[in-house]
């Protein structure tokens, strides 16, 4: 048994549809690996390494579970690779009903010096965004809204495009 937990593989359904997932679990007495995909028990003959990026999606995908499922990983994705480069240590990021929120408890700017810093906090966060952006494939063809949530309201952030 070669593969680690958390290894990020390809398992290729019976229906032959690809589907990019982690190793959950090893089971080295019954030689089976237990995928995040459905909790799906495999053997180590029909999981491949996967050497694409975390933000690949597999090109085949036939059934409307599976596309729910890499839409859904591709999420958590953007959301931890937000988490992990997070530039402010104010701002939690969470996501709720399929928009990713930058909460802050900052008051909204009211001279021209904090007006300065919350532009620049804005241009910060729609920096990392970008980022987000240009590491992701254009596959599902939705948007993903973001939104900074300040104590007096709401400023729309540029959405991520999956």
């Not at 180590?44 to 579970?65: C, G, I, Q, R, W």
């Not at 494939?137 to 495009?161: A, M, P, T, Y």
């Amino acid at each position: 048994m070669n593969l680690k937990k958390s290894t990020r593989v390809i398992y290729v359904t019976a229906n032959n549809d690809q589907v990019y997932t982690a190793i959950k679990e090893v089971n080295q007495k019954e030689e089976l690996y237990t995928l995040d995909f459905n909790d799906e028990l495999v053997q180590e003959n029909k999981v491949k390494l996967n050497t694409h990026s975390a933000f690949s999606v597999p090109s085949l995908m036939t059934d409307e579970y599976i596309v729910n499922y890499h839409y859904q990983q591709l999420v958590n994705h953007i959301l931890d690779f937000l988490i992990n480069n997070n530039p402010f240590h104010d701002v939690n990021i969470v996501v709720e009903n399929g928009s990713i929120y930058f909460e802050t408890r900052v008051q909204a700017p009211k001279n021209p010096e904090e007006i300065k810093y919350f532009h620049e906090k804005i241009d910060k966060l729609n920096a990392l965004i970008g980022q987000v952006n240009s590491q992701i494939k254009s596959r599902f063809n939705k948007h993903v809204e973001v939104i900074l949530k300040l104590s007096v309201g709401i400023h729309r952030l540029h959405s991520i495009r999956i």
